[in-house]
């Protein structure tokens, strides 16, 4: 199945980005959320990517003051998946020049709509740039 | 740009992100909430546009984690808008918002199609995604050709081609019948020349997928894959847009490698030779560069080539290689890669020869133990576990222990399990495995497990040469100040049993061990006075001649707890006390413990991620696998004469006899009383055949053949004795003359899965069957087919039907006319659960040659299954409705047949087991719901949870509840006899395999230990 869940967290612990690849309910969401968040937030910089969480592997990032945070299979290659979050924060920076918090918050559905081009059901649909921006730049130039 | 385009919205974020505290938020979402109902309810009046706003305004709030039980349908109502930017909106938020078993989605299910056949491509991109991500078993049966034909098209672009990839992917999991198997591999081979590398990173997705569940199918593909990773990692053809740091797609690269390892090997030469061309390539060129990113991709790559290698068996040297890397990699400072290389030396354990190299490494693993990180602590945990072994354990144990004081509390209990586990496993003597267990208790008395101690009084109870040092031992600790309370109950029931062993040295009199033990006694916890209660009777009766002193202070504790308020406590004071004073009779009362009975650990069962070693695994494989061959009872033995006991009356009674016998030595009976009819016109072919009786050796034990014999005088008596030994001798060599041509067994299991097929040919004749089940009621049609141009004579027809089976066969005529098929119908009624199968017992003649078999019919557990989905909230209900056994067992079954997740679902699903997916939110676990049907539990829900092991895909628990005791334990070994073997592999079952599966009952109702304070009994019940 490959990524079960992309998040976005700031530090104070707020969502700013949610997408789940598995159904879970509201309450299992609250609940994996405020765990996951409390443990990568807890963590330094000289710690590893890497939280072994239930049966999750989560590997994250963070970029200032907004976390990246990837729930992935126990199998999953975790080098892979941290720069697929690179790549992803590549691409909202040349989407947004300089991308930061509140271009995310504000531009929840672009941020979304990138986040679609690029995984669907869990598996990566496009590495490319250009390609995953297309859809978006088209609607823009539209409007 | 949209969003500046929707005020209210962007209001609404700033809002939100003003509010001082979660109340505030609360109180805003709530009248946000309020506002869009409100808007809602009067929808003719909303705009596309303000419908957008409002339903992203929702899933604003859904993220922030708030309930949105309303507006879904606006949602879906969306999709249909003619215009852009609403669709999008609709595909987005009600992919984000709805699962697939919202009723509202299957209404969808033509707007959807008529966009993924539509000419927009890009309707056809927003549709294809959504399905792809929440589509259920109705998209999979209405939109999967669709589908497949926009991803093979040629006419299609690239952007529509990938999403189509994906979306199948999804469809197929959902149905795996969506994909032909025999189709797919050539057309997967041509998918697999894709230049594009969008449209190949999403086919390789799939094709992970497909070959998961059908390596054999898609062997055609394999040098396809090498082809893909020889261009991607020779940087040929590739557009700078997927290049990342000057690294070729190395998101492709691993998930290439990661496809070759579901090939068990590469045999053709020159693939294999490029493969590890490539492979070495990897290995070797990859350079810790400065750039983080580029470092990151290259040894992603590198790790995803680490495992190929391991998992294809190079030669040693490149697996040499591959260790010394890992060795590096554990000690660099980057804690990523240390992480990476700690996590693949553990899978490296799993490759023979190997060990020894690893072992080299011990001392910066042991270091690692200490990592300021905890993932890497874990990791380096997991590694020493699994290469642990005689020659290290003492090493690696004392490091645990001395890791344990300073460990994280997260970590204390898996530790202790773990270092518990060496320590019994590679124990060099006792007495050190005695000292580990005390020291973990000692050291992490509060993260050490009941079954811990149980384990080592169980050890030193069953080793005389132990008792001594023990009793020593536990005398040393309890000098100790602020003993953990789990200490003073070892110690006290150690000593209690063996003190008198110490008798000669210094403070160790009966009187000073009682002292020093009854000094804890106002600190402890009821459970433990009880077990004090139990030394201190001990330590009277072993003080010998009795001490006045010493027992009026221990009648004293008695008579105090005569009246104590747990009744377990005040039944041992009361006792003991009454015992005491009898003098003699208390030394047969209080002897010591008898040893106990050998038993597997209950540590090892605990640690259930914990690798077994091979050797074990493979006998708990093979003794698992004992256990099933003898459930299906299949035997080499054929039958001296196939024909049964027939009476003139045409009414038989069954032949239970032969059933009795042969479940007689699996400590098991059953009545059968059941009548079937039998074709009056086929009594004459019964007569004839019926005095050729013979022991019906159904199953091999003589004993078991004697008493059939016994058991059926009265069957001979009744048949005419003139046709003599001589009949008997010639029929029963020429009932050996037919041999099937088709795998009976096969036919026979593959017949379980579906309702219509062959189960049986022969040259001669072909019985197809044809089934149709409805609650408990089943119609099976015997197609009874002569193949030649004679008709076969003396057909007769015979089913044996197990206890909980009522079976009416129709009228078999006795002969088939050349080139006829005959149908006879069968009805079947199912009395309550069994695994027991009924038997068809068919027999005929062709010319000279007499064909006896004997067939087991498909009418099997899980035809009286319906498999049924329940929404998670009743799931739960129910689920803790049935507590514990015996409506619930719960049971570890080891020597499963490896499969991945949705090859079980796959398997379930055939046992109409209806398979829940995200009900648990464990991704390796498997949930489902079925409908059982008899005449006496009627309809009856059971639930079945199966939790895997990733790591070990050969144990899982399996935990089944219902209403109905039998009905969970027969379906709890039903399932397991698929999860432990699949039964198409069951050898060949011979002809005359009767296998009226008697299985191997016993009433397994899990026992709760009685009076649970006592240790001994504990120990008994837990060890």
């Known amino acids: 199945m490959g990524i079960r869940f992309i998040l976005l967290v700031n530090k104070q612990g707020q969502t700013r980005l949610a997408q789940y690849y598995e159904y879970l309910t509201l309450e299992e969401r609250r609940a994996l959320e405020g765990e996951i968040v409390r443990k990568c937030l807890a963590r330094t910089d000289q710690q590893c990517s890497f939280v072994e969480h239930r049966n999750y592997k989560i590997v994250y990032r963070r970029y200032a003051s907004l976390f990246f945070l990837v729930g992935v299979d126990n199998d999953e290659n975790e080098l892979a998946i941290l720069e697929f979050i690179h790549l992803l924060v590549e691409t909202m920076d040349r989407h947004f020049g300089n991308v930061c918090e509140l271009d995310i918050m504000f531009h929840l559905e672009k941020a979304h709509f990138m986040l679609e081009e690029m995984v669907m059901n869990g598996c990566i649909v496009e590495t490319s740039k250009t390609n995953i921006l297309a859809p978006i730049q088209l609607m823009d130039k539209a409007s | 740009m949209a969003l500046s385009g929707m005020r209210g919205l962007s209001v609404f974020i700033s809002d939100i992100r003003n509010c001082q505290n979660k109340e505030q938020e609360r109180l805003r979402v709530d009248k946000e909430l309020g506002n869009i109902r409100t808007r809602f309810k009067n929808e003719k009046g909303l705009t596309p546009y303000e419908k957008k706003k409002y339903v992203w305004k929702m899933l604003y709030i859904y993220m922030l984690g708030y309930d949105v039980d309303f507006g879904h349908m606006e949602a879906v109502s969306l999709i249909s808008a003619p215009k852009y930017p609403e669709k999008q909106v609709g595909y987005i938020v009600t992919s984000c918002l709805l699962n697939e078993n919202y009723d509202f989605l299957r209404m969808a299910i033509n707007t959807v199609r008529n966009d993924i056949i539509g000419r927009n491509e890009t309707f056809q991109c927003l549709a294809l995604t959504m399905v792809g991500n929440i589509g259920g078993k109705e998209f999979a049966e209405s939109l999967a050709p669709d589908v497949q034909k926009l991803l093979i098209s040629s006419s299609c672009r690239p952007l529509v081609r990938k999403k189509a990839a994906l979306c199948l992917l999804r469809l197929y999991r959902k149905n795996p019948d969506v994909v032909n198997v025999d189709g797919w591999s050539d057309r997967m081979s041509q998918l697999l020349d894709e230049r594009d590398l969008g449209v190949l990173t999403s086919v390789m997705s799939l094709f992970v997928a497909l070959v998961s569940n059908h390596t054999e199918a898609y062997w055609n593909c394999l040098p396809k894959c090498v082809k893909i990773l020889e261009r991607l990692a020779r940087n040929q053809d590739i557009l700078q847009e997927y290049t990342y740091y000057g690294i070729p797609s190395p998101w492709l690269q691993v998930k290439t490698m990661r496809a070759l390892q579901y090939f068990p090997t590469v045999e053709d030469p020159s693939t294999r030779r490029a493969l590890f061309e490539v492979l070495q390539r990897i290995l070797m060129g990859t350079d810790v560069v400065k750039n983080v990113n580029k470092n990151n991709a290259s040894h992603a790559v590198l790790f995803e080539a680490l495992a190929l290698v391991m998992h294809l068996d190079a030669e040693k040297e490149m697996m040499s290689q591959c260790v010394a890397l890992l060795g590096k990699f554990i000690a660099v400072r980057e804690p990523n890669i240390r992480y990476l290389g700690l996590e693949n030396m553990t899978r490296m354990l799993l490759v023979t020869d190997v060990q020894d190299i690893i072992k080299r490494h011990q001392a910066q693993i042991i270091t690692s133990l200490k990592d300021p990180d905890i993932s890497i602590r874990r990791r380096a945990l997991d590694l020493l576990y699994g290469m642990c072994d005689v020659t290290n354990a003492k090493d690696i144990v004392e490091e645990l222990l001395q890791y344990l004081s300073t460990a994280d509390f997260a970590m204390r209990e898996e530790l202790a399990l773990k270092a518990a586990i060496l320590a019994e496993k590679f124990a060099p003597d006792l007495s050190w495995y005695v000292d580990v267990i005390l020291q973990l208790i000692d050291k992490a008395g509060d993260f050490v497990s009941d079954d811990i101690w149980y384990r080592v009084v169980q050890f030193v109870t069953n080793n005389e040469d132990l008792q001594p040092y023990a009793a020593a031992k536990a005398r040393e600790y309890l000098d100790k100040p602020a003993l953990h309370e789990t200490m003073v109950k070892v110690s006290a029931y150690i000593l209690g049993e063996y003190s008198h062993l110490l008798a000669r040295r210094p403070s160790c009199s009966p009187k000073e061990i009682f002292a020093i033990i009854n000094e804890k006694l106002p600190t402890v916890s009821m459970p433990t006075v009880a077990i004090l209660l139990s030394t201190y009777a001990k330590i009277l009766m072993h003080t010998q001649p009795p001490d006045p002193e010493l027992q009026e202070q221990i009648w004293a504790i008695f008579k105090k707890y005569e009246s104590y308020i747990d009744v377990e406590i005040q039944q041992r004071a009361v006792e003991y006390f009454a015992l005491s004073r009898k003098g003699a009779a208390l030394m047969d009362v209080l002897a010591e413990m008898p040893k106990f009975p050998e038993r597997q650990s209950a540590l090892l069962k605990k640690a259930e991620d914990a690798e077994v070693d091979t050797a074990e695994q493979s006998a708990i494989k093979l003794r698992s696998q004992q256990q099933t061959s003898n459930a299906l009872v299949v035997t080499d033995q054929r039958p001296v004469n196939g024909s049964l006991p027939v009476n003139q009356l045409g009414l038989v009674r069954m032949p239970s006899q032969n059933m009795e016998a042969s479940s007689h030595d699996q400590g098991l009976t059953k009545e059968n009383g059941t009548v079937s009819t039998v074709d009056p016109a086929s009594t004459q072919s019964a007569d004839i055949l019926g005095d050729l009786l013979g022991p019906l050796a159904i199953e091999g034990p003589p004993a078991a053949a004697v008493s059939a014999e016994q058991n059926m005088v009265p069957g001979l008596e009744a048949t005419p004795d003139a046709a003599g030994a001589l009949a008997l001798a010639t029929v029963g060599d020429q009932s050996n003359s037919v041999q099937p041509i088709v795998n009976i067994a096969e036919r026979f299991h593959a017949l379980c899965l579906k309702d219509s097929g062959v189960l049986y040919e022969d040259p001669y ?259």
Request: with cysteine; aromatic share 6%; net charge positive.
């Open chain 2, 765 to 1023: 004749i072909q019985i197809g069957i044809k089934a149709e089940w409805r609650a408990h009621h089943g119609r099976l049609v015997l197609f009874l087919g002569n193949k030649n141009t004679s008709p076969l004579m003396s057909v007769r027809a015979l089913i044996l039907p197990p206890t909980h089976l009522k079976m009416e066969l129709s009228l078999v005529p006795e002969t088939i006319p050349p080139r006829a098929q005959v149908q006879c119908p069968l009805e079947v009624m199912n009395l309550r659960a069994s695994r027991d199968v009924a038997v068809l017992d068919f027999s005929y003649k062709f010319g000279t040659a007499m064909a006896s078999v004997k067939l087991r019919l498909p009418a099997v557990l899980n035809k009286f299954l319906q498999p049924i989905s329940l929404p998670a909230e009743e799931f739960f209900l129910q689920w803790k409705a049935l507590s514990g056994p015996p409506l619930k067992l719960q049971e570890v079954v080891r020597g499963v047949k490896p499969m991945s997740l949705p090859e079980m679902a796959n398997l379930f699903a055939s046992l109409h087991l209806g398979v829940t997916p995200a009900l648990d939110t464990n991704p390796n676990n498997l949930v489902a719901c079925t409908t059982f049907y008899s005449e006496s539990t009627r309809a009856m829900l059971c639930l079945i949870r199966v939790e895997t092991d990733p790591s070990d895909r050969t144990q899982l628990r399996i935990t089944i509840a219902s209403g109905d005791p039998t009905l969970t334990f027969e379906l709890k070994e039903f399932i397991k006899e698929y999860l432990i073997m699949m039964p198409a592999s069951t050898p060949a079952a011979a002809a005359a395999a009767p296998a009226p599966a008697a299985a191997p009952l016993q009433p397994q109702s899990p026992i709760t230990p009685a009076g649970y304070n006592d240790p001994g009994a504990m120990l008994a019940g837990l060890l």
